[in-house]
């Protein structure tokens, strides 16, 4: 029963005031009856017996005849609650307003604390009642002359049956009350229960169907600020497994793309080598340095397939040690300024002397060089121009690729790091793998720097590396 979150909920809701309302009922009942309506009867029965001795006292013939004092009871029965008895100071009953008490006239009445009783006082007292059977409130008051002696008591008593009748009336009053106020708790309980489940069921459901692979529309954010932050967190996983599963797909075809161009390539090499005459040396050498282009070629799709692999699986380690960018800048370009002149482009290199010393890993940032360079040459149009400056700003050091290329859309600034990613408006971006600049951008932050472009469509790119001067580790 209790194994479904709803289950549960409802009972959270109705578990406290099933407890709590009943209990409060009994502790409102027990407070009314002793603390209110008891004490509200002893007042009350004091009250009327004071006014009917003050009365009494100014008729004597109460006291002298009781004949009289009888006529005068039995005439005010019909408006009398209480049951009243007329006394003599010794407790000699003179009249009583109950006809059973008529055989009675005349004789001692035994009465508990009788004789206590003095002027100006008035005394209760709750015994049991043969007669009655029951029990009774019984209130004296004496009726006292203005000589201050007592002529006389007025006695009235009240049975707790009727009291009782009271309470019940009063006890199933309450009791219906707090009935529909359960009912009318474990409806809203039910209803509150019920629109918490909801939402969690539809995000339920939706984590189901993304497993499945068969939900796209995103999750209506409702309920609880606890339940939107959820919904939220579904649709933000919902468009990361989308991006990623795009991703995928653009992966696979990519591969596909650059792995078989060189592979038909290497394989169209091999058959004209097979059906070639081995005596021709010259074609012999243009075959192998082809296909050597072809190997090489792949071994940098490899080489950026394994960046990717550490980065998905955060093992991208740096093995760091000093450089000096004055000796090891010219040697990592000397090779790409070949691939220049190779594309008839023009070479512009401006390094100053006396770069600083930087604790790098060096492998890894001559790759974001080769990336940045193998950028600006593949996109540079012949005629055009690539060129590298370095410097220092403050406690960092730049290096920056410049070309004067077909330029990046400014929609696409933010985008180009993407892995994968290509631009549906320009070629710059739609070759290869797409996966050069987010490698470029992931070393360089893990040498705690940052990779900036600036860009203008037929004006060319500007790429910076800025690396700090003291990797932040060691502060």
């Known amino acids: 029963m209790l194994g479904t979150l709803r289950n549960r909920l409802i ?20 407070a009314l009856e002793t603390q209110v309506l008891l004490p509200s009867l002893t007042r009350e029965l004091a009250g009327e017996a004071s006014l009917l001795a003050e009365i009494a006292r100014n008729q004597p013939e109460n006291w002298k005849d009781p004949d009289f004092a009888q006529d005068i009871l039995t005439r005010s029965r019909p408006y009398l609650d209480a049951r009243v008895m007329w006394l003599d100071p010794d407790g000699r009953l003179l009249g009583s307003s109950d006809p059973a008490d008529e055989y009675r006239l005349g004789q001692l009445l035994e009465i508990p604390d009788f004789k206590e009783i003095h002027p100006g006082e008035v005394a209760s007292h709750t015994d049991f009642s043969q007669r009655l059977q029951g029990e009774i409130v019984d209130v004296y008051a004496p009726v006292i002359t203005t000589e201050n002696q007592i002529v006389g008591i007025v006695r009235l008593s009240y049975r707790f049956a009727t009291v009782y009748e009271d309470f019940m009336r009063l006890r199933y009053l309450i009791a219906a009350i707090l009935i529909v106020s359960l009912l009318v708790g474990m409806l809203l309980g039910s209803t509150l229960a019920l ?3 909801s939402p969690l069921q539809k995000v339920i459901d939706a984590v189901y169907d993304l497993a499945r692979g068969s939900r796209k529309a995103a999750l209506s954010e409702q309920g609880p600020e606890e339940v939107r932050l959820l919904q939220r967190s579904i649709n933000h996983l919902m468009q990361r497994l989308h991006s990623l599963e795009e991703a995928r797909q653009r992966l696979l075809a990519n591969l596909v793309h650059e792995i078989g161009r060189p592979l038909g390539a290497l394989h169209a090499a091999v058959q004209a080598l097979l059906l070639a005459p081995k005596t021709d040396p010259q074609m012999l050498e243009e075959m192998l340095a082809g296909m050597n282009d072809e190997t090489s070629r792949l071994q940098r799709l490899l080489d950026e397939l394994a960046h990717l692999h550490d980065l998905v699986l955060g093992n991208l380690e ?3 040690q000093p450089v000096d960018l004055t000796e090891w800048l010219p040697g990592v370009l000397r090779p790409w300024e070949a691939a220049v002149h190779e594309k ?24 974001v060089v080769g990336n940045l360079l193998s950028n600006a040459i593949k996109y540079t149009s012949a005629g055009g121009t690539v060129s590298v400056t370095a410097g220092t700003q403050e406690a960092k050091v730049w290096i920056k690729v410049s070309d004067t290329g077909s330029g990046i859309p400014s929609e696409d600034l933010d985008k180009i790091f993407i ?8 070629k710059r971006i739609a070759q290869g793998m797409g996966l050069g600049l987010s490698i470029a951008r992931d070393l360089v932050e893990a040498h705690e720097g940052r990779l900036d472009v600036q860009s203008q469509p037929g004006l060319g790119s500007q790429f910076i590396i800025w690396l700090p001067l003291r990797p932040q580790s060691s502060l």
């Open 344 to 367: 008839h482009l023009h070479w512009e290199m401006s390094l100053p002397s006396g770069l600083p010393i930087v604790n790098v890993d060096s492998l890894r940032l001559a790759q």
């Open 419 to 426: 892995p994968f990613y290509r631009s549906p408006r320009e």
């Open 195 to 197: 629109n918490i489940n």
């Open 318 to 320: 740096l093995e760091r």
């Open 11 to 30: 009972l959270s809701h109705v578990l406290p005031p099933l407890i709590i309302i009943p209990l409060l009922g009994v502790a409102i009942i027990y």
